[in-house]
């Protein structure tokens, strides 16, 4: 199914009333096979894994009718699953983390797919920034406001001693266009995905860039705690077909990317895939961050990574509670899905 983007109408806001309003409501519908998936933003090759998964019938394999749309923003993406009309959504995990321990966000990580900030800071090689301190001052855009992109610029920006308020944030598109903002003086950096940066770094017009790297779980699949309990099954056969299309993907090499780049176009419009090579290298750096922490740990949540991501968010007063970190995830359904 190709993907749509949803319209704000409606859309239930961020607030922690309405996530309370949201937590407290009936019991998950009954199970049935179809699985709905959100990602944050319009459709990249960040998005691989399930986009993959779905276009070479792996769902279809699991028993799973697959359907994926797009949000305009890790939040609202968040806030479709609790208001359940998503099954499960990408998000960031710091982001997450901050929604779930001080806003009560009934929610729960049941895969890591980026095991690092898939984010970069893309300035150009003319004003160059090279650490995250170099910010300060500056004017960034990003993507949204408010979602996983800003709370790891927050959290950097903290832990390299640098006041949030000295950077100025605009709502900018991710994607390598963004970078004409720069070269007109318009902004000082941006923030974009692995697939923004590769895209811009292929048209040769100076960009410089350096990785987000915040220690915290990069990028989540969340999904509602009540219906993973009521209707694990669905899950398992989600985190199955994903993690057999991921695995594919990270162990071809680059230059034998394009067939999987075909199929992936065969039934999503994803840009860029005009340009193969380019394509090929976009695939491939994403592929690098979900193989980042070892192929034995593909979509896997790693407790070690949780617990210094819950100790570093309560240092930075980005959480109220230093709460117990298993509470955060789960890696049973992963287990199930890979015989573990």
């Known amino acids: 199914m190709t993907s749509q983007n949803l319209s704000r109408r409606g859309f239930l806001g961020a607030s922690a009333a309405t996530i309370a309003y949201l937590g407290a409501g009936g019991p998950a519908a009954a199970a049935d096979t179809t699985f709905k998936f959100i990602t944050p933003f319009s459709l990249s090759l960040s998005f691989a894994s399930v ?17 994926v749309e797009s949000a305009k923003g890790a939040a609202m993406a968040s806030q479709m699953v609790i208001a359940e009309q998503m099954d499960s959504a990408r998000t960031g995990g ?4 901050v929604s779930k321990v001080d806003h009560g966000a009934p929610l729960i990580s049941i895969a890591t797919i ?26 960034v855009g990003m993507a949204s406001l408010g979602g996983s992109m800003e709370g790891t610029l927050d959290l950097l920006l903290l832990k390299g001693g640098v006041d949030p308020e000295s950077v100025k944030r605009v709502k900018v598109a991710d994607s390598a266009a963004s970078f004409a903002l720069i070269e007109a003086g318009r902004a000082g950096a941006f923030i974009g995905n692995t697939s923004s940066m590769i895209k811009a770094k292929s048209t040769g017009k100076g960009v410089q860039a350096f990785p987000m790297d915040d220690g ?13 309990a009521a209707n694990p099954a669905k899950y398992v056969s989600f985190l199955k077909a994903t993690h057999r299309a991921a695995l594919e993907i990270a162990t071809t090499a680059e230059a034998d990317l394009g067939p999987i780049l075909e199929v ?29 922490k070892g192929e034995e740990n593909l979509l896997r949540n790693i407790p070690d990574v949780w617990s210094n991501a819950v100790s570093m968010l309560h240092g930075q007063g980005m959480i109220g509670e230093a709460v117990d970190p298993k509470t955060l995830y789960t890696n049973a359904l992963l287990d199930e899905a890979l015989g573990v």
């Open 216 to 228: 915290m779980p990069g990028q989540v699949y969340v999904a509602r705690e009540d219906d993973v």
């Open 94 to 97: 710091t982001n997450y983390i």
């Open 114 to 139: 980026a095991q690092l900030s898939p984010f970069f800071v893309i300035t150009s090689t003319e004003n160059p920034a090279e650490t995250i301190s170099d910010l300060s001052g500056r004017t």
């Open 51 to 67: 986009l993959f998964a779905e276009a070479k019938g792996y769902y279809n394999d699991e028993g799973l009718a697959f359907e």
């Open 264 to 292: 992936i176009g065969s039934m999503h419009d994803v840009n860029g895939l005009s340009d193969m090579e380019t394509a090929k290298r976009d695939l491939a750096t994403n592929a690098q961050n979900w193989l980042a």
